[in-house]
């Protein structure tokens, strides 16, 4: 599957930025889908997964502030972010994998996005 993402931009610290994963090329509902992000100097890490069927799980430094959720009618997943931290800059990557459970690796992803930029100012 081919992935389009899109959104990112720049936030003062406790604003909001909603990023969007578009897909292409095959079912979307049958993949999983995550986000990664890699801040300057730093190695990718994961960020937030989500099932075909709705089943979601977060990296603890993002859980209460960001969301995840897809729409498979419109295959394309998106990445809510509030109350936004400096220490959320980065670039953000989404991925996906032909699955039916969340998936928190990095290596499992077979399939990656180019990278949205996202920066917060304090």
């Known amino acids: 599957v081919q992935l389009q993402a899109s959104g990112g931009g720049y936030a003062q610290a406790g604003g909001s930025l909603r990023l969007s994963c578009a897909a292409s090329?095959?079912?979307?509902?049958?993949?999983?889908m995550g986000w990664f992000r890699q801040a300057p100097g730093k190695e990718r890490e994961f960020v937030a997964t989500?099932?075909?069927?709705?089943?979601?799980d977060y990296a603890d430094s993002v859980k209460g502030r960001f969301t995840i959720s897809r729409d498979n009618a419109k295959n394309t997943g998106y990445l809510q972010m509030n109350s936004l931290k400096p220490e959320d800059t980065a670039v953000y990557y989404c991925?996906?994998?032909?699955?039916?459970?969340?998936?928190?690796?990095?290596?499992?992803?077979?399939?990656w996005g180019q990278g949205a930029q996202v920066t917060v100012s304090s």
């Open positions: 991925a996906a994998k032909g699955s039916y459970r969340v998936i928190i690796r990095e290596t499992e992803y077979q399939d």
């Open positions: 090329g095959r079912a979307f509902v049958s993949y999983t």
């Open positions: 989500i099932s075909w069927s709705g089943s979601v």
